[in-house]
């Protein structure tokens, strides 16, 4: 707002109640595209697992990509696998960070007007949920399949590259 305006205490807190919707929208917006991009990345990487299973069950197709032929069941993991680090990167670094930003500035309203029940909502999500446990559930949610896919390519290495 410009401060050469000079405005009511009750215009200011309706001024800033429409910046709060706002931010509150932006969060909820950053949320609802981070589990829309979640639910898209693990159904393609089910995918890929799935045709991973396809193709193991012909361990010894080969692709000549390599100078040595690559079996076509670890390309299609390792493809997963680098989709999955890839969108974790997206998602940890870009998307996650945009979540926080739209919080963090809406947390600041709800500090400028904590004696007000409208105000808070932010702030009480936040106590309840972290920023470092939030974190924590995104690194896992894409560890795991990332390690799943390690550990089959292991094991298809030592039970069929012999």
Not at 121 to 147: E, F, G
Request: glycine content about 4%.
């Amino acid at each position: 707002m410009p401060e050469n305006l000079k405005l009511s205490d009750k215009e200011k807190l309706d001024y800033d109640l429409q910046i709060w919707k706002v931010a509150v929208d932006t969060q909820m917006h950053f949320n609802d595209l981070l589990i829309r991009m979640r639910t898209i990345i693990i159904s393609i990487v089910l995918a890929v697992f799935g045709a991973f299973a396809v193709a193991l069950k012909d361990a010894d197709l080969t692709a000549p990509i390599t100078a040595t032929k690559a079996k076509i069941c670890i390309i299609v993991i390792k493809i997963g696998i680098f989709f999955l680090v890839g969108h974790f990167i997206i998602d940890l670094f870009y998307y996650f960070r945009l979540l926080l930003g739209a919080v963090k500035f809406t947390e600041a309203l709800d500090d400028k007007y904590k004696n007000l029940e409208i105000f808070g909502l932010s702030k009480s999500i936040s106590k309840k949920t972290p920023r470092w446990l939030a974190i924590c559930v995104v690194v896992i949610y894409y560890l795991i399949p990332i390690v799943l896919g390690v550990w089959l390519i292991n094991i298809i290495k030592c039970n069929f590259l012999k």
